[in-house]
């Protein structure tokens, strides 16, 4: 084995465990200690990148791999020098990654909330580092064309399935989709190891409930990675997951509007439309996104106190809404700069 070699285990061991440490502690509710592992697998397999295009590098290009964590910078060299041109990860979800490990210790963050405003992590955050660090992972497997370099053949070769394999696949549409691929990796075909998607998307350890497999399988046409916003203050925190699975129970407190809803969803995608209930103006309002958009969001007010009937259904609400929509989509048109996302065969059905 070469020393290049040697040392991309190495970096696929360390991404492995960051990597289902932090899915594990998501999964437990420890929404501090986890977005923070989960930037250090998006860190190592950066490195791991560019360590990989060595002979290519400049003075500058070491300066960036041995100090800080500056994922920007060292995912657009790494595109820049060919190994990782074929990914597509929103900018925006890197600064988000790095501005986590400006929250590891109280100083920072309170620096991070005077100069941003806020910041949140949730559980259906953790599927946009899926889909970054996957497909990391397989453009480091691809450029080596050495399968033994994914991540993906660790779990598989463990002595038992314990809680970082359990992580590792739990309600993980994009580590589930490549199973069959980990599994015909050099050695896994003999280890006896040939388990189920099925079986593994949904793990007793942990508290978060997900949904069936196929439901779960969607999620990755979402372009989470691609597509990631990083909102600014006074602009709202996009969940595209939770829209699309209907983890919504405000929709059910609807009385008159909830055809609106439906309409909205219709013409936006399920992903793009959420319902929230403003509890200090009493108003049920409806957001609308488009992650690809410059004016990426607009909201509409469904009902509220003083109002609860605004769009009982009848030809002019029908209208007016329709009217809504079409200046909704003008606003949308002008697209964010720097936008990247997966041409059209990558995608073989719209979940958007």
């Given at each position: 084995?070469?020393?290049?070699?040697?040392?991309?285990?190495?970096?696929?061991?360390?991404r492995f465990e960051f990597y289902s440490s932090g899915?594990?502690?998501?999964?437990?509710?420890?929404?501090?200690?986890?977005?923070?592992?989960?930037?250090?697998?998006?860190?190592?397999?950066?490195?791991?990148?560019?360590?990989?295009?060595?002979?290519?590098?400049?003075?500058?290009?070491?300066?960036?791999?041995?100090?800080?964590?500056?994922?920007?910078?060292?995912?657009?060299?790494?595109?820049?020098?060919?190994?990782?041109?074929?990914?597509?990860?929103?900018?925006?979800?890197?600064?988000?990654?790095?501005?986590?490990?400006?929250?590891?210790?109280?100083?920072?963050?309170?620096?991070?909330?005077?100069?941003?405003?806020?910041?949140?992590?949730?559980?259906?955050?953790?599927?946009?580092?899926?889909?970054?660090?996957?497909?990391?992972?397989?453009?480091?497997?691809?450029?080596?064309?050495?399968?033994?370099?994914?991540?993906?053949?660790?779990?598989?070769?463990?002595?038992?399935?314990?809680?970082?394999?359990?992580?590792?696949?739990?309600?993980?549409?994009?580590?589930?989709?490549?199973?069959?691929?980990?599994?015909?990796?050099?050695?896994?075909?003999?280890?006896?190891?040939?388990?189920?998607?099925?079986?593994?998307?949904?793990?007793?350890?942990?508290?978060?409930?997900?949904?069936?497999?196929?439901?779960?399988?969607?999620?990755?046409?979402?372009?989470?990675?691609?597509?990631?916003?990083?909102?600014?203050?006074?602009?709202?925190?996009?969940?595209?997951?939770?829209?699309?699975?209907?983890?919504?129970?405000?929709?059910?407190?609807?009385?008159?509007?909830?055809?609106?809803v439906v309409r909205l969803k219709e013409a936006f995608?399920?992903?793009?439309v959420a319902v929230e209930n403003d509890s200090a103006?009493?108003?049920?309002?409806?957001?609308?996104?488009?992650?690809?958009?410059?004016?990426?969001?607009?909201?509409?007010?469904?009902?509220?106190?003083?109002?609860?009937?605004?769009?009982?259904?009848?030809?002019?609400?029908?209208?007016?809404?329709?009217?809504?929509?079409?200046?909704?989509?003008?606003?949308?048109?002008?697209?964010?700069?720097?936008?990247?996302?997966?041409?059209?065969?990558?995608?073989?059905?719209?979940?958007?």
């Amino acid at each position: 084995m070469t020393k290049e070699r040697f040392q991309a285990y190495e970096f696929r061991d360390r991404r492995f465990e960051f990597y289902s440490s932090g899915r594990m502690l998501v999964f437990q509710g420890a929404f501090c200690a986890a977005p923070m592992l989960l930037a250090y697998a998006l860190e190592s397999g950066l490195k791991a990148a560019l360590l990989a295009v060595r002979a290519m590098w400049t003075p500058k290009d070491e300066d960036l791999v041995e100090r800080g964590h500056k994922l920007r910078e060292l995912y657009l060299r790494a595109r820049t020098l060919g190994i990782l041109q074929r990914t597509f990860i929103s900018l925006d979800l890197l600064e988000y990654a790095e501005d986590h490990f400006g929250r590891r210790y109280p100083s920072g963050c309170d620096r991070l909330l005077e100069e941003k405003g806020y910041w949140s992590f949730g559980s259906n955050k953790v599927f946009a580092f899926d889909d970054a660090i996957c497909q990391i992972d397989d453009a480091l497997v691809n450029w080596s064309g050495d399968p033994v370099e994914s991540m993906g053949r660790v779990p598989l070769l463990q002595p038992l399935r314990g809680p970082l394999v359990h992580a590792f696949f739990h309600s993980n549409p994009f580590t589930l989709a490549r199973l069959v691929r980990y599994q015909a990796s050099p050695g896994i075909g003999h280890s006896g190891k040939q388990w189920s998607a099925e079986e593994l998307h949904q793990s007793k350890e942990f508290r978060y409930v997900g949904y069936p497999y196929p439901r779960v399988l969607e999620l990755q046409w979402l372009n989470l990675a691609a597509l990631f916003r990083y909102p600014r203050q006074g602009e709202p925190d996009p969940d595209p997951v939770g829209n699309y699975l209907d983890r919504c129970s405000v929709y059910d407190r609807l009385l008159f509007s909830k055809w609106v809803v439906v309409r909205l969803k219709e013409a936006f995608g399920s992903s793009n439309v959420a319902v929230e209930n403003d509890s200090a103006t009493n108003e049920f309002r409806a957001v609308v996104i488009d992650r690809t958009a410059r004016k990426w969001w607009r909201t509409i007010v469904l009902e509220s106190r003083k109002d609860p009937g605004p769009w009982i259904l009848n030809d002019l609400a029908r209208r007016k809404l329709d009217e809504w929509i079409s200046s909704t989509k003008d606003q949308f048109r002008r697209k964010r700069r720097g936008l990247r996302v997966p041409p059209q065969e990558h995608k073989t059905r719209s979940a958007a």
